[in-house]
């Protein structure tokens, strides 16, 4: 059974960085496609970026230029580097794996991580 485990969550001021890793055990990723979420208080969880088993990678238009997913096959895990983070990013981010492209994009994949914290402050 596949299970995702995000890490990298943390409080960095405006303009900093952060990347966060989201890692899977039980089953390989060759046939997922992973995407991040987020949801800041008071807000709907939004989708900000997916990549496909074959590295096909969408983004928010609110973070495009400034986040970069990729994934290592090797260790199963895909990592979300955000750069010129603002205040906007905050929120708790989740990793999510479904066999569709499109569902880990912007649906409701079928399988979470249990979040990390971005807080964007100074």
């Known amino acids: 059974q596949l299970q995702l485990v995000e890490s990298g969550g943390g409080l960095v001021q405006p303009e900093g960085s952060l990347r966060l890793s989201c890692t899977a055990s039980?089953?390989?990723?060759?046939?997922?496609?992973i995407g991040w979420f987020r949801q800041a208080p008071g807000k709907e969880r939004e989708g900000v970026s997916c990549?496909?088993?074959?590295?096909?990678?969408y983004y928010a238009d609110s973070v495009k230029g400034r986040f970069t997913i990729s994934g290592d096959n090797a260790k199963s895990t895909v990592y979300l580097q955000m750069n010129s983070l603002k205040p906007e990013d905050t929120g708790v981010y989740y990793c999510?794996?479904?066999?569709?492209?499109?569902?880990?994009?912007?649906?409701?994949?079928?399988?979470w991580g249990q979040g990390t914290q971005v807080t964007i402050s100074s």
């Open positions: 999510a794996a479904d066999h569709s492209y499109a569902v880990a994009c912007v649906g409701v994949p079928q399988t």
């Open positions: 039980g089953v390989t990723l060759d046939n997922y496609a």
């Open positions: 990549i496909s088993s074959d590295n096909i990678t």
